[in-house]
């Protein structure tokens, strides 16, 4: 099986621009995707195949990739934010993994 | 509209085994895999493995294998997991997922709290 490595813990203030790095092996050659959990809920889908946002998704959230690394963006931070993200990708056989998890806090 | 719904919360008690339902609905039951990912309390997201409910095949995370069976019945669109020999570390919450082949997990089931004491 793969890994997939995020920060512990990403602090912002409102209206900045919060960054959530994901890095892994695998990341070069399979589609990342990003949810975000808030406590005592289920995990919500925020981006998909990288940089694909679902409809519903705010605008602020954006994702990119370079190599072995894909970075989850949002562009003027709200409190609303504030919750666990995971990133998540699969190797060729569909066997998938997720990353540590990342706790946004909006200062 | 999409739906997965799961059973209730379970308490078992150390070495015993538990079956976690999750039935699905508003959507064509075989055209999406059913992934079953856990959280244990303060910790991330573990994934458990899939089964395809078309043709029943399944895929289990190294972590899980001899102990997890996932299952389905289609004639009720209803997918299960089930763990055996249960510790106190598989309490968790346990999702159910959807996903189209190999993409994102697009809709995901509300939890099912299992506590494992004795």
């Known amino acids: 099986s793969f890994e997939l490595t995020q920060p512990p813990s990403v602090s912002v203030s409102p209206g900045q621009t919060a960054t959530i790095t994901c890095s892994g092996d695998a990341l070069a050659n399979q589609y990342a995707y990003w949810y975000h959990q808030k406590p005592g809920r289920a995990p919500v889908l925020v981006i998909y195949?990288?940089?694909e946002r679902p409809s519903g998704i705010p605008e602020r959230f954006s994702g990119s990739s370079s190599g072995t690394t894909v970075t989850l963006t949002i562009s003027g931070v709200q409190a609303e934010d504030e919750a666990d993200y995971y990133c998540?990708?699969?190797?060729?056989?569909?066997?998938?993994?997720f990353g540590g998890g990342t706790k946004l806090t909006v200062l | 509209q999409v739906h997965l719904v799961q059973s209730g919360a379970e308490l078992k008690k150390p070495g015993a085994s538990v079956k976690v339902s999750c039935k699905t609905s508003?959507?064509?039951?075989?055209?999406?895999?059913i992934h079953w990912v856990r959280q244990a309390p303060g910790h991330g997201l573990v994934w458990m493995g899939w089964i395809n409910p078309k043709y029943g095949g399944t895929v289990y995370a190294p972590k899980f294998q001899g102990r997890v069976t996932m299952t389905r019945d289609t004639s009720i669109t209803t997918v299960y997991m089930h763990l055996s020999g249960l510790r106190s570390d598989d309490t968790a919450v346990y999702f159910c997922?959807?996903?189209?082949?190999?993409?994102?997990?697009?809709?995901w089931g509300q939890g099912t709290l299992v506590t494992v004491s004795s």
């Open positions: 508003g959507y064509t039951f075989n055209d999406y895999y």
């Open positions: 195949k990288d940089s």
């Open positions: 998540q990708s699969a190797d060729i056989s569909n066997t998938w993994v």
């Open positions: 997922a959807r996903s189209y082949g190999s993409n994102e997990f697009d809709y």
